[in-house]
């Protein structure tokens, strides 16, 4: 049922369908219930051919086609989809996962320091700041959504087996990057934010409302601390350990 709220961003319908799912065909292939969604760029299609992983789906998108790969450890099997910036494509990959059968989602990708973190530190997010507009299509409006304590844990065990160390930290999830002003950022850290991304809050409430255990592996790149910005190198050279540390998450969830 549709109820108004006092901005159209804030009007929310609980009605599971839409009008594009009930016309779409369902998935050709029918996926493993845990998925790796990193938003990576092209190391996802790099390490599935490092690893020899099968191709078993795709993605299509208006500009660009995700192919959704197969992991296996023993009996075990997971898919690996390459996911894009930003809240609102990123869940239109995460519909199509769920409707194919995944019921435990994993994401990874970087994230903006606002605490005086170290490039390539992770961080495991508890919950986001919903400062973006698709988890609102998802869930009434609130402050903050939260992410799956199980697949926090999985990933806290993960992180430790390596010898790393996973900080649970609260998020800002915005959409907007280059309106991240200066008081903007001290007040989400004022809020309790300690890094800024943009899909935690959306990919968290789309899981709620899709009945999907959702969890996030993140790894510092800029910072934006003390109101002075810096690009570093964007954290690229953590791509590769951060995406084999989500596979493992998958499959230890």
């Known amino acids: 049922m549709l109820k108004r709220g006092r901005f159209p961003i804030l009007d929310h319908d609980d009605d599971p369908g839409d009008v594009i799912g009930a016309m779409a065909p369902p998935p050709a292939t029918r996926l493993p ?5 990193g938003i990576l760029g092209p190391k996802v299609g790099q390490y599935a051919a490092a690893n020899q992983l099968e191709q078993i789906g795709t993605m299509d998108m208006v500009t660009v086609s995700y192919p959704i790969y197969k992991a296996r450890r023993g009996s075990q099997q997971i898919a690996v989809v390459e996911a894009p910036v930003g809240a609102p494509a990123a ?19 970087s994230c903006g320091a606002l605490q005086p973190f170290g490039e ?14 698709t988890s609102y299509h998802y869930l009434p409006a609130s402050e903050w959504v ?4 199980g697949v926090r844990r999985a990933a806290a065990r993960v992180l430790a087996s390596h010898g790393l160390v996973g900080r649970e930290v609260n998020v ?82």
């Not at 869940?91 to 990708?109: C, P, T």
């Not at 939260?146 to 304590?149: C, E, K, Q, V, Y």
Request: proline content about 1%; glycine content about 8%; overall charge negative.
């Open 33 to 37: 219930e845990r998925a790796v969604l």
């Open 146 to 149: 939260g992410t799956d304590m």
């Open 172 to 253: 800002w999830t915005t959409d907007a990057f280059h309106r991240e002003t200066r008081e903007l950022v001290a007040d989400r850290v004022g809020r309790g934010c300690a890094a800024v991304e943009m899909e935690c809050a959306a990919w968290a409430a789309w899981a709620k409302f899709r009945g999907v255990r959702f969890g996030q592996l993140l790894f510092t790149a800029d910072s934006l601390t003390q109101g002075h910005y810096e690009f570093r190198n964007f954290g690229r050279d953590h791509h590769q350990a951060a995406l084999e540390l989500a596979v493992e998450i998958a499959f230890e969830v």
């Open 91 to 109: 869940v239109m990959v995460a519909e199509y996962l769920a409707s194919a059968g995944v019921r435990v989602a994993i994401a990874v990708g």
């Open 120 to 133: 390539g530190e992770f961080l495991i997010p508890v919950r986001a700041l919903r400062d973006e507009g």
